[in-house]
């Protein structure tokens, strides 16, 4: 019997939402330090492993969205049916996602060995910077089932609530991470260098680390592991409710490299210092949003359980203290970065003109940071609610509806700042749109206690005919 409760559904939103984030931002920092680690060491092994690790940076990211998509379709499912005190049936959606996430990572492992050497091959990796991006990723794709069982584990215990003990293992992650990564790249006592590979096996004995105290502690903490036979009817539904969530926010977030990738694309044709200045400029502006990250990430498992619990205003508070809190940090950080535009940028360059291209960036997008942030969370709360769809649909739209085709026109007119306010327009234009939809469909909401079915009807008016299927869809809690 799981013993888990549902942390979400009572006290006051914001108490909530403050402490889960002041731990969750720990988690965040060392997400990011991860591959920062693994760049610094490899960097002292000169400039073409340095090369080979830019190679693997795509496919990599890839691979992480698949397996963020297969973790949020874990989490949103089981923290619903936690909202709703059906406690065995999250712990049996836990356990049956973690054996549905162990099966596609080993699928997976399977398809990038055999197809690896094709792919690098078309990204230009060519002789040595080939070899030994194929030493990285054979070790990566031969370690995906720990990879996701880590990923996966470490956000179920964000949606149980429990984000003290995520930020303790992720820091934990973390410090073996930094630990090993000289150990196995350069060689220590009966350790020998491994180089580049020795990096992948790092991070591979720390992720095993963490993956095996996570599930230990969903297991003995929380009880959402049940060790039962399960028949092949149960599982088949079982996993039909997780993909359902999973596949269209794997999707989604697979847009985001995509989009980065067309946007370098561009840039290039404006010469190495635009491209070099857009990617450092790109780097400065993750800073501000490590905070907003932290806060956003309870929203799904928030949302999700008080939506199984059917306490739907306190999803409508929630929603209006986290975007009107991200509206509002984004602008201020943004009034900070165009403040002090030329004092930031001489800590990436010295270059002038990579500078000038820089300050250029961030005089324009940073207005668009408020609502790229808003439109990320109308996505989480989408999710939460029980509409994946939505979510995936609003990065289709930011990405493949406005961001692309905007900056090809930048391309089309031979102008860089075209770029930029490309990013900009594509921004304020699915944020708001974004902000729309979610107040519409939370304030459709019955209720509190009654099952939220059909109850967004209305926001189907905003699409066209063919589009309302996906808008309206049925709002009806999963399982028994």
Same mark, same amino acid.
């Given at each position: 019997?799981?013993?888990?409760?549902?942390?979400?559904?009572?006290?006051?939103?914001?108490?909530?939402?403050?402490?889960?984030?002041?731990?969750?931002?720990?988690?965040?920092?060392?997400?990011?330090?991860?591959?920062?680690?693994?760049?610094?060491?490899?960097?002292?092994?000169?400039?073409?492993?340095?090369?080979?690790?830019?190679?693997?940076?795509?496919?990599?990211?890839?691979?992480?969205?698949?397996?963020?998509?297969?973790?949020?379709?874990?989490?949103?499912?089981?923290?619903?049916?936690?909202?709703?005190?059906?406690?065995?049936?999250?712990?049996?959606?836990?356990?049956?996602?973690?054996?549905?996430?162990?099966?596609?990572?080993? !699928?997976?492992?399977?398809?990038?060995?055999?197809?690896?050497?094709?792919?690098?091959?078309?990204?230009?990796?060519?002789?040595?910077?080939?070899?030994?991006?194929?030493?990285?990723?054979?070790?990566?794709?031969?370690?995906?089932?720990?990879?996701?069982?880590?990923?996966?584990?470490?956000?179920?215990?964000?949606?149980?609530?429990?984000?003290?003990?995520?930020?303790?293992?992720?820091?934990?992650?973390?410090?073996?991470?930094?630990?090993?990564?000289? !150990?196995?790249?350069?060689?220590?006592?009966?350790?020998?260098?491994?180089?580049?590979?020795?990096?992948?096996?790092?991070?591979?004995?720390?992720?095993?680390?963490?993956?095996?105290?996570?599930?230990?502690?969903?297991?003995?903490?929380?009880?959402?592991?049940?060790?039962?036979?399960?028949?092949?009817?149960?599982?088949?539904?079982?996993?039909?409710?997780?993909?359902?969530?999973?596949?269209?926010?794997?999707?989604?977030?697979?847009?985001?490299?995509?989009?980065?990738?067309?946007?370098?694309?561009?840039?290039?044709?404006?010469?190495?210092?635009?491209?070099?200045?857009?990617?450092?400029?790109?780097?400065?502006?993750?800073?501000? *949003?490590?905070?907003?990250?932290?806060?956003?990430?309870?929203?799904?498992?928030?949302?999700?359980?008080?939506?199984?619990?059917?306490?739907?205003?306190?999803?409508?508070?929630?929603? *209006?203290?986290?975007?009107?809190?991200?509206?509002?940090?984004? *602008?201020?950080?943004?009034?900070?970065?165009?403040?002090?535009?030329?004092?930031?940028?001489?800590?990436?360059?010295?270059?002038?003109?990579?500078?000038?291209?820089?300050?250029?960036?961030?005089?324009?997008?940073?207005?668009?940071?408020?609502?790229?942030?808003?439109?990320?969370?109308?996505?989480?709360?989408?999710?939460?609610?029980?509409?994946?769809?939505?979510?995936?649909?609003?990065?289709?739209?930011?990405?493949?509806?406005?961001?692309?085709?905007?900056?090809?026109?930048?391309?089309?007119?031979?102008?860089?700042?075209?770029? *930029?306010?490309?990013?900009?327009?594509?921004?304020?234009?699915?944020?708001?749109?974004?902000?729309?939809?979610?107040?519409?469909?939370?304030?459709?909401?019955?209720?509190?206690?009654?099952?939220?079915?059909?109850?967004?009807?209305?926001?189907?008016?905003?699409?066209?005919?063919?589009?309302?299927?996906?808008?309206?869809?049925?709002?009806?809690?999963?399982?028994?």
């Amino acid at each position: 019997m799981s013993r888990t409760k549902a942390n979400f559904t009572t006290g006051p939103i914001f108490a909530a939402m403050l402490r889960t984030a002041a731990s969750v931002i720990i988690g965040t920092l060392a997400i990011s330090a991860y591959n920062l680690t693994d760049t610094f060491f490899v960097a002292r092994l000169g400039t073409v492993p340095m090369a080979a690790m830019g190679f693997t940076f795509p496919v990599v990211m890839i691979v992480g969205c698949l397996f963020h998509g297969m973790s949020n379709g874990i989490m949103t499912t089981a923290a619903q049916a936690i909202g709703g005190r059906r406690n065995v049936r999250a712990a049996k959606l836990v356990t049956s996602g973690m054996m549905l996430a162990s099966l596609f990572s080993v !699928a997976l492992s399977v398809t990038g060995l055999l197809t690896s050497p094709f792919i690098f091959r078309c990204m230009g990796a060519r002789g040595e910077a080939f070899e030994l991006t194929l030493e990285y990723m054979n070790v990566f794709f031969g370690c995906c089932i720990i990879t996701s069982l880590c990923e996966c584990s470490e956000r179920m215990i964000v949606g149980v609530g429990d984000s003290l003990t995520y930020a303790l293992l992720t820091a934990l992650g973390l410090v073996l991470n930094v630990i090993l990564d000289p !150990a196995f790249i350069f060689g220590v006592g009966p350790i020998p260098a491994y180089g580049i590979r020795g990096a992948a096996i790092a991070t591979a004995i720390s992720q095993a680390v963490a993956a095996a105290v996570s599930l230990a502690v969903l297991s003995m903490k929380h009880g959402l592991i049940r060790l039962e036979r399960y028949d092949f009817i149960e599982l088949r539904k079982l996993w039909g409710t997780i993909t359902r969530f999973a596949v269209p926010t794997a999707l989604g977030m697979i847009m985001m490299p995509i989009g980065s990738f067309v946007v370098t694309w561009v840039a290039a044709h404006f010469g190495n210092v635009a491209v070099a200045g857009t990617a450092a400029a790109g780097r400065l502006e993750l800073i501000a *949003f490590v905070i907003p990250m932290s806060f956003g990430i309870p929203l799904i498992p928030m949302g999700s359980q008080n939506f199984g619990a059917r306490l739907y205003s306190r999803i409508r508070e929630c929603r *209006f203290i986290a975007m009107c809190f991200a509206a509002t940090y984004l *602008f201020l950080m943004a009034v900070i970065y165009v403040t002090f535009a030329d004092n930031l940028v001489v800590l990436f360059s010295e270059d002038p003109e990579v500078k000038r291209i820089m300050v250029l960036y961030l005089a324009i997008v940073c207005w668009g940071f408020g609502m790229i942030e808003v439109h990320r969370y109308s996505g989480f709360f989408y999710i939460g609610c029980g509409r994946p769809e939505m979510a995936a649909w609003l990065n289709a739209l930011r990405i493949v509806g406005l961001l692309i085709p905007l900056s090809l026109l930048a391309l089309e007119y031979e102008s860089l700042e075209g770029l *930029f306010l490309a990013r900009l327009a594509a921004d304020v234009v699915s944020g708001a749109i974004g902000w729309v939809l979610v107040i519409r469909m939370t304030n459709g909401l019955p209720e509190d206690g009654r099952v939220a079915t059909r109850a967004v009807r209305r926001e189907g008016r905003v699409f066209p005919h063919w589009l309302r299927s996906i808008a309206v869809g049925q709002h009806r809690i999963d399982g028994k």
